[in-house]
């Protein structure tokens, strides 16, 4: 029994011989609870995202038992219970929509019962920030465990990215050079495990955000999810979280600005998704770290990257873990001066530094050195103009360098069902040189932003060779994508921004280099454009049919902001609920 000196927070439960503890304890024995379980021992939360709709999690029944072996070694007790799972690749409108759900039915879940710490089995894209998000506002020590990534997917003899392939197939069917059979034959070798995305999409992102924020042991972010190394990992993170309750190491200690820096760093690095931004963003406000848009061009720029997988590079998750994961990238940006924060605390009690200094590097393909990098600079491209006032960005390391710096007509689409109906019509006016715009993709104008902000090129364009155009919206994009996609425009066209007034013909400019975006219409055009109509009507409409739609327009924020609930941000701590008796 773990010799506590304090007084645990299930204690108040648990610790007394009278009506209230009689009703807690006895409801609880009717799983087979022997009464010494409940006589001082921490009781750890496996707060757990399984679910068969959300396949990228589906095998955390089989991670949780091993977390559980760990924490009863140490000492604890352990109680699983299940939370809003939302998995990327089933659920509409997004994932993205119910992200905030999930986190106030975590934070609820931790403050309403009987938990002295928690334990985190998140996977697929939203489930991380979510959970972590709802943790941070409850603030208790907290370990974040992720389910790993698929293997690698296998095509005619090579190895296919999760996610990546599809946009590229798919494009190469509208260009003709393969068939719909091709296409299709592709399917069943891509999702060939357990496990989330094998690319450096959001899974495989956010994975490495919780690894660089110390918020999980190392390796967590690469083992993959059928190697017996992930059960091990699971074990050993139920061995610390008790720990972690005697020495009161709470989320807070860990989520510090330093960590945020040290994750936009590593982000860079690796390549990761964009919708890191909005995810670290979020998970800063509900800790209370104010983290700005701009903090991603004072931190990240000019870093290169030097992870090459897909979709900025070659390699796949197998091949990261094998070449020595993210401890080795660590190590690399620490050797070079280029990590933040060395002595940044972690969960397992040591600094970022001590965990990564000694980490072995097997694969400088993989993991290339800072002279040799993928991107020169991979840091987050931030823009501002008058098209973005409130910013929006552009992933470099999945850029064309030669669209970096481009001035176009724009071809305008006024949602995303208008450039399904249209962006396939021979007679679209259009050319290489031209602009995507694609408006009413925000947290607001899609309730919940989708990924579809990697608009698919004209086919008449692609049967001509063209692979890449810039595009700009206010959606987001898949991590699997790749292209000169400008992402999270700021303020959306739904809620009033200038790119409700973006008309066929404009000229646009994109500069990543000053990180503007400036759209050709003087100021006085543009109000009056704006003025014709009332661009948030329609997602006031939409809101007025009630339900947790209405809860989610009215109150997301912008994706500058996080998309958070603005009643949502900052931590409401874990103090002891009221009895329910």
């Not at 396949?55 to 091993?66: D, M, Q």
Request: charge should be negative; hydrophobic fraction near 40%; include cysteine.
């Amino acid at each position: 029994m773990t010799d506590n000196k304090r007084r645990l927070r299930s204690a108040e439960w648990f610790g007394s011989a009278d009506k209230n503890g009689f009703m807690y304890r006895s409801w609880m024995k009717n799983q087979g609870i022997p009464d010494h379980e409940f006589q001082g021992k921490p009781i750890i939360g496996i707060c757990n995202t399984w679910s068969e709709l959300t396949p990228c999690n589906a095998h955390f029944r089989k991670i949780a038992e091993h977390v559980k072996k760990g924490i009863l070694e140490a000492g604890g007790f352990p109680v699983e219970f299940p939370v809003f799972s939302n998995g990327e690749s089933n659920l509409r409108p997004t994932a993205m929509f119910t992200r905030n759900l999930a986190s106030m039915d975590v934070e609820e879940a931790i403050r309403g019962n009987p938990l002295d710490a928690v334990v985190l089995l998140v996977g697929c894209d939203k489930t991380t920030p979510a959970l972590l998000m709802g943790a941070a506002s409850c603030d208790l020590p907290t370990i974040v465990v992720t389910g790993g990534p698929m293997l690698n997917g296998k095509h005619e003899g090579k190895d296919i990215g999760s996610g990546t392939v599809v946009w590229q197939l798919s494009e190469q069917v509208k260009a003709g050079k393969i068939s719909i059979h091709d296409f299709m034959a592709a399917e069943a070798g891509m999702s060939r495990s357990a496990g989330t995305c094998n690319t450096m999409g959001t899974a495989s992102t956010m994975a490495c955000m919780a690894e660089s924020l110390g918020t999980s042991l190392p390796h967590n972010a690469a083992i993959p999810a059928v190697d017996s190394r992930r059960y091990v990992l699971a074990h050993l993170s139920g061995n610390r979280i008790v720990e972690m309750v005697d020495e009161d190491l709470k989320l807070s200690k860990v989520l510090t600005r330093e960590a945020f820096e040290n994750a936009i760093r590593t982000n860079a690095a690796i390549g990761g998704s964009t919708n890191a931004v909005i995810h670290l963003k979020a998970i800063a406000g509900r800790i209370g770290v104010d983290l700005a848009l701009d903090d991603w061009t004072r931190i990240g720029r000019g870093t290169p990257t030097i992870v090459d997988l897909q979709p900025s590079g070659r390699f796949l998750m197998e091949e990261f873990y094998y070449a020595g994961g993210l401890p080795a990238v660590l190590k690399r940006l620490g050797e070079a001066d280029r990590l933040p924060h060395k002595d940044a605390l972690t969960v397992n009690g040591k600094t970022l530094w001590e965990n990564v200094c000694d980490a072995p590097l097997y694969n400088d393909e993989v993991i290339r050195p800072l002279d040799s990098p993928l991107r020169e600079d991979g840091g987050m491209c931030v823009l501002r103009g008058n098209l973005a006032p409130g910013g929006a960005v552009l992933k470099p390391s999945a850029a064309s360098p030669e669209l970096m710096q481009h001035r176009g007509r724009a071809v305008v689409f006024e949602n995303f069902d208008d450039y399904k109906a249209r962006i396939n019509d021979p007679d679209l006016e259009v050319d290489a040189d031209s602009i995507l715009v694609m408006k009413n993709c925000g947290p607001r104008g899609y309730h919940g932003m989708a990924e579809v902000g990697n608009m698919g090129l004209p086919s008449k364009l692609l049967e001509q060779g063209v692979t890449d155009m810039v595009r700009i919206s206010d959606a987001r994009m898949s991590g699997t994508a790749y292209g000169t996609v400008v992402l999270h425009v700021a303020p959306e066209a739904a809620a009033g921004g200038p790119l409700a007034a973006v008309r066929n013909g404009d000229w646009i400019e994109l500069d990543c280099d000053t990180g503007r975006l400036h759209l050709e219409v003087d100021e006085a055009e543009l109000a009056s454009r704006l003025a014709e109509g009332d661009p948030t009507a329609e997602s006031k409409e939409i809101a007025r049919s009630g339900g947790y739609r209405q809860l989610y327009i009215e109150h997301v924020l912008q994706a500058d902001e996080g998309c958070d609930f603005d009643f949502l941000v900052g931590m409401r701590g874990a103090d002891v609920p009221r009895h329910s008796h």
